[in-house]
């Protein structure tokens, strides 16, 4: 910048952005280094993907095509396993996600807040009864809303 905030125009430059046509100005530095090619990131990542892909090229594709099998659909050897038969399937708990007592609170615990009886899951925390982080027992663990469970805490 020069003079009260006005650019210097000896040091800028005009182009125009090889993907969208716009005019733009970049610093002549830039130019010089062989930058100032596209007014913005998006356009240049634009006109990367269309003109330098590999997986255009005939040769990538065919090499990507022999060196990976099709596991789409009923390809796939986890197709249609439910339930006990999941890969992911633990306890009757896979769907819960969390820390163990938070798992097993969702599986086990009526899924609303003991004092106040909120039933938002993004607003409920498991609650240790006595106190002790360590004790994840199904007795020792109750829902409270985020509200109750400061309440409580403190």
């Not at 038969?85 to 615990?109: C, H, M, Q, W």
């Not at 982080?133 to 400061?150: D, G, S, T, Y």
């Amino acid at each position: 910048m020069g003079i009260l905030g006005q650019k210097d125009p000896s040091k800028w430059e005009k182009r125009i952005c090889m993907q969208c046509n716009k005019e733009f100005e970049v610093r002549k530095i830039y130019v010089n280094r062989g930058g100032g090619k596209f007014c913005s990131i998006s356009c240049a990542t634009t006109y990367r993907n269309i003109h330098n892909n590999p997986t255009k090229c005939p040769k990538v594709r065919k090499k990507i095509s022999e060196n990976h099998a099709n596991v789409s659909g009923k390809n796939n050897p986890m197709y249609g396993r439910k339930g006990v038969y999941a890969p992911s399937y633990i306890d009757g708990r896979s769907k819960f996600t969390g820390e163990v007592y938070r798992r097993k609170a969702l599986a086990n615990l009526p899924h609303k807040c003991k004092l106040c009886g909120e039933e938002n899951l993004l607003k409920l925390d498991v609650h240790h009864i006595d106190g002790n982080n360590k004790n994840n027992k199904l007795n020792n663990l109750v829902f409270l809303c985020k509200k109750c469970h400061i309440n409580v805490a403190h």
